[in-house]
């Protein structure tokens, strides 16, 4: 068994107009280099389920995205994301906009094989009429009528670890794992990139096997990625590269920004993308950042 | 305790934004914005120790994190509550207080933070997303923080889109439990209001020194009620005005209301 594929085997294993589900949350540990594969690829027409950073923002600014499923998308210290704002406000998008908490729970309900999952949330709110959410009653003495939150299935979910091996085990080491693990088992195959590949963890990493986020039934193909969550964090290794985020940001306030940065940065592959926004070291330097 | 000499409005405000906090025992205390947060510092360093308090990333600090640059590793963890166990442990089981500075806020205490103006498929202006606003107001307790007091975010008719629940009774759907919508207190730059009117009406329950009740009703989109007697914002002393300093190392304040006025006594 080895799961390891190449970034092309990846993106060429994915199919226009699937639904999938980007672990990490807002600019936070977000499997960029697999977003950046795909907005390098001809893939279009996809449903994307995520705690939204840049990379909500940068597939809808290649038109890559025809509904968003999201909680937010916010990039921190830059809070409003620019492009997902320009293709909300163009009305270009189909969307449902949900709650933090219903967003994992959807998840839950999905890695669970139930229908949906009862929960408070998202009752008395917009969030619910816009979303044409149904409602469930107790049958029990209470008799509480409750949001029944749908499963959220996903064709496929992309995360970004330290580690992992050629059998799927992987480890991230961060003090936060967010939803990373319900995203992995609520989607039909899941694709991580990891820093640093190895062939067994058991011979390289046991000490840290608590890091093992999601059981490896549930990840189907590993990628090598050194320093692919790039613009985002990856603590303990790096932190997100603000610089980089904020002219980003300031690309989409330009005609023709989105086509420069595109040219300018994502380019032909990551070895390039890497060289272009500063180099590996720096990269690797980058501060952990401080709330 | 003695009266600090000298205090900015701001600082004034931080110190009644405290005051939420006291006595709700052992709850994750959130201040979300540089003036809240050091609202909950300031309440679990004085009057109320037991609150909890992340560091903003993934831990439970019993120091509260000072605001700004700073050593990563200067905050020392007493315990673990990142994003992934947020629902579980803080949200979904009442143990959390937030204040939050929403962008509209309406008579029933219902508030925004997802988009202005247009439609849900084609908002004028996009914003965060509902975030987790649904959750919190349905769940636990929470407050509000608005720097500048005006018909903008206290807006006349509902707000654009329901973020948040809360006492408007044709959204009270029949079966549902409401019973944890627990709105608390709202300090903005011209007094401080509580949801203690008529059928938890937003009434005024301070005014700043030098501010009037019609000046905050002209600020206002909708009708407030007066609590029988208003009293006047206290003076912050010379204690909490060291405190707010040393959770607030770079003057992160100054930048929260605008021109960052100085504070009066009344």
């Given at each position: 068994m080895n799961k390891q594929l190449t970034i092309e085997e990846f993106v060429a294993s994915l199919k226009s107009g699937m639904t999938i589900g980007i672990g990490g949350w807002g600019p936070r540990r977000k499997p960029m280099a697999l977003v950046r594969a795909i907005l390098r690829s001809d893939l279009t027409d996809l449903t994307i389920v995520a705690y939204g950073g840049p990379d909500v923002g940068m597939l809808c600014a290649a038109g890559k995205v025809k509904k968003l499923i999201f909680g937010f998308v916010s990039m921190d210290a830059i809070p409003l994301e620019p492009y997902f704002r320009k293709s909300r406000e163009a009305g270009t998008l189909d969307i449902l906009e949900l709650d933090e908490g219903m967003l994992q729970w959807g998840l839950k309900a999905a890695a669970f094989r139930l229908p949906f999952l009862p929960t408070h949330v998202g009752l008395g709110t917009d969030v619910m009429t816009h979303g044409n959410f149904k409602t469930v009653q107790s049958p029990?003495?209470?008799g509480e009528v409750l949001l029944a939150m749908p499963a959220l299935k996903l064709d496929a979910a992309l995360i970004h670890v330290n580690r992992a091996d050629r059998l799927g085990n992987i480890q991230a080491l961060g003090p936060d794992t967010y939803y990373d693990e319900w995203f992995a088992r609520a989607a039909d195959r899941t694709f991580v990139s990891a820093e640093e590949i190895v062939d067994r963890m058991d011979h390289s990493?046991?000490?840290?096997?608590?890091?093992?986020?999601?059981?490896?039934?549930?990840?189907h193909g590993v990628v090598e990625a050194p320093l692919g969550a790039h613009p985002t964090s990856m603590p303990p290794a790096y932190g997100w590269d603000m610089k980089h985020l904020k002219s980003y940001a300031d690309?989409?306030?330009?005609?023709g920004g989105w086509d420069a940065y595109v040219a300018d940065m994502i380019g032909a592959d990551e070895a390039g993308y890497l060289g272009r926004v500063g180099g590996k070291d720096a990269v690797a330097a980058l501060p952990l950042p401080i709330f | 305790m003695t009266t600090a000499p000298e205090f900015t409005l701001c600082e004034q405000l931080i110190v009644a934004a405290s005051e939420a906090w006291r006595a709700n025992g052992e709850l994750v205390a959130t201040g979300i914005g540089p003036a809240p947060r050091l609202a909950a510092g300031l309440a679990k360093l004085t009057h109320t120790p037991e609150l909890m308090m992340t560091d903003g990333e993934a831990y439970l600090v019993e120091d509260p994190v000072p605001l700004g640059p700073r050593g990563y590793d200067d905050r020392k963890a007493a315990g673990y509550l990142p994003f992934s166990r947020f629902f579980d442990a803080a949200v979904w089981s009442g143990k959390r207080h937030a204040m939050v500075t929403p962008s509209q806020i309406d008579r029933f205490g219902q508030t925004n933070i997802s988009y202005l103006g247009g439609t849900y498929d084609q908002p004028k202006v996009q914003m965060l997303g509902a975030r987790g606003f649904p959750g919190n107001s349905i769940c636990h307790i929470n407050s509000m923080f608005v720097p500048a007091h005006s018909k903008r975010v206290f807006v006349e008719g509902e707000v654009d889109m329901v973020s948040s629940v809360g006492y408007n009774p044709a959204r009270r759907t029949p079966g549902v439990n409401f019973s944890r919508v627990d709105l608390r207190l709202i300090v903005t730059d011209l007094c401080v209001m509580d949801f203690g009117g008529t059928d938890n009406a937003i009434r005024v329950v301070m005014l700043h020194p030098g501010v009037t009740f019609d000046q905050v009703q002209e600020a206002t989109g909708f009708a407030l009620e007066a609590a029988s007697e208003i009293k006047s914002t206290p003076a912050p002393t010379a204690e909490q005005l060291a405190i707010i300093a040393r959770l607030d190392p770079h003057g992160l304040r100054a930048t929260v209301l605008k021109d960052n006025p100085a504070g009066k006594r009344s």
């Open positions: 029990y003495d209470d990493y046991p000490e840290d096997a608590r890091a093992n986020i999601v059981e490896r039934c549930f990840v690309s989409a306030r330009e005609d | -």
